[in-house]
């Protein structure tokens, strides 16, 4: 199973980023994905799910900001995040959920700074 993470970079506070995660390994239109992020010195937070039809749940600090789609032909989940805020700033990681097992890719930092 390989997840890798696209997009991530530096950006200025009210600004956008786009970042994409390629799966492969799984069924992935079977699998429920998402979007961890892990901040200096604090624990790995969860930031979005997309179920596999396509329902999604976001973490209260994001909402309104960010938003997580899939494209099952491609194996693709999305995250794009939109007025980004510097407390955003982390490594960002894609996971997937299939027959019970976590899966994560390498992570892809995102640093929102003036």
């Known amino acids: 199973v390989q997840l890798q993470a696209f997009g991530g970079g530096l950006v200025r506070p009210g600004g956008s980023l786009r970042l994409s995660c390629a799966a492969s390994?799984?069924?992935?239109?079977?699998?429920?994905m998402g979007w961890f992020r892990q901040a200096p010195g604090k624990q790995r937070e969860w930031v979005a799910t997309?179920?596999?039809?396509?329902?999604?749940n976001y973490e209260d600090s994001v909402k309104g900001r960010f938003a997580i789609s899939r494209d099952n032909a491609k194996n693709t989940v999305i995250l794009q995040m939109n007025s980004v805020e510097p407390e955003d700033t982390a490594v960002y990681y894609c996971n997937a959920v299939f027959l019970g097992t976590n899966y994560w890719g390498e992570g892809t930092q995102v640093t929102v700074s003036s």
């Open positions: 997309i179920t596999p039809i396509g329902i999604t």
């Open positions: 390994g799984i069924k992935f239109g079977m699998a429920p």
